[in-house]
């Protein structure tokens, strides 16, 4: 038999641990907002998923029970634990274009694997590109969180949702900053809306 292949993504991250990136994140994102010294970002697995830990917490809906991973790979475990270290959803459905990737994911996080009009039919949605997502597949009250360029939102789907932004996203129009909302400039999730989080480069 031959020997089961190495996980290309990290184990289970400590709670504790994402609690800590979770709160560094939002500190960090709020001093931005409020144009005070904020420091240099964490490193780059911490940094994306305190920021998708920080958007769920002010954007997604009180208590989510539904959690989709779109392409997520080695940053799944990690996204999974600043998710938790918020709230604790029952289900977590796992959707890559690999279905080994995808098995293997799912079993890292304890998810099943999902296709990805079942990953988007969930409360709180984190992709990582290459991958659409339409409109029809994103039910109110859900969060999309976009990690990179790659994910592309189809333009009725943004037109549906409030969308925030953490970094530069170029010329997409946005109704704040997510550092704005963390530091209490303005309101974060008001009612069953859709919510966007888009994440580029700072």
């Known amino acids: 038999m031959d020997p089961e292949p190495e996980r290309s993504f990290p184990p289970i991250i400590d ?14 994102q709020g001093a931005l907002a409020l144009g005070r010294p904020a420091g240099p970002p964490l490193a780059r697995v911490p940094e994306l998923a305190g920021l998708a830990g920080v958007a769920a917490k002010f954007l997604a809906v009180g208590t989510p029970r539904t959690m989709g991973l779109i392409g997520l790979r080695d940053l799944a475990p990690a996204v999974v634990a600043t998710q938790r270290a918020y709230a604790a959803p029952r289900e977590l459905r796992v959707f890559d274009g690999d279905p080994v990737a ?5 079993e890292a996080v304890g998810g099943r694997v999902a296709s990805l009009t079942e990953a988007c039919a969930c409360d709180v949605v984190v992709a990582r590109g290459p991958v659409a997502i339409e409109r029809e597949w994103i039910r109110g009250g859900t969060l999309v969180t976009a990690l990179d360029d790659g994910v592309v939102l189809a333009p009725a789907l943004l037109a549906a949702a409030v969308v925030y932004r953490a970094g530069a996203v170029g010329a997409l129009p946005v109704h704040a900053t997510l550092g704005a909302v963390a530091a209490g400039l303005v309101d974060g999730r008001t009612l069953d809306e859709i919510t966007i989080l888009v994440i580029g480069p700072e």
Do not use: G, Q, S, Y
């Not at 995808?102 to 799912?106: M, V």
């Open 15 to 28: 709670v504790a641990a994402a609690r800590a990136w979770l709160d560094a994140v939002e500190v960090r």
């Open 102 to 106: 995808a098995a293997r994911i799912a």
